[in-house]
């Protein structure tokens, strides 16, 4: 072999060294995710009521949980308004009740499909789930409908999916 394969193989043995250490800083595990791989979170499950009675203050409840450990020190508001109308939209603090669990009433005086959000804060992590609710036969009908069509086209449902027909 002559002299101009040694630089040849020279860059490769750099290339094959940078590569290796690239990669190895990819998987890295730095400490700062769980055993799984996973960055910190909140998990965040919304519980709408099992019927909504309109002109009666309705609880709306979430559960709260890092890591499968509740969490009863977040900071937590609702959020809900009629959907497509987010001007007419109402903030209620959300009270703890221990073992992660926080709940606001809201009184709902229209049939319709509505939203709800909740923004959880938790130290540095925070989390925003939203879930539908139809509360009326047309409105839960529509909303049926349009998830059957978000579901046909291959969409994700908006605002969380999830729906109660109430």
């Not at 987010?86 to 709940?103: A, D, F, H, M, Q």
């Not at 009184?107 to 789930?129: D, K, N």
């Amino acid at each position: 072999m002559n002299t101009r394969s040694r630089p040849i193989r020279k860059t490769a043995l750099v290339l094959a060294m940078t590569a290796a250490l690239a990669l190895s800083a990819c998987t890295a595990n730095t400490g700062l995710t769980d055993e799984k791989g996973l960055l910190p979170h909140l998990t965040v499950d919304i519980e709408l009521p099992e019927a909504f009675t309109l002109d009666f203050a309705a609880p709306f409840h979430i559960r709260v949980e890092q890591h499968k450990v509740p969490v009863d020190t977040a900071e937590v508001t609702f959020e809900i308004w009629p959907e497509n109308h987010p001007e007419e939209r109402v903030r209620i603090p959300g009270e703890s009740n221990g073992k992660g669990l926080y709940t606001a009433e809201h009184q709902l005086s229209t049939e319709g499909i509505y939203i709800v959000r909740c923004h959880v804060v938790s130290g540095s992590l925070e989390a925003m789930p939203a879930k539908r609710f139809a509360i009326g036969e047309e409105a839960v009908l529509s909303l049926a409908e349009l998830e059957e069509q978000q579901a046909a086209d291959g969409e994700a449902p908006a605002h969380g999916g999830g729906h109660d027909h109430h």
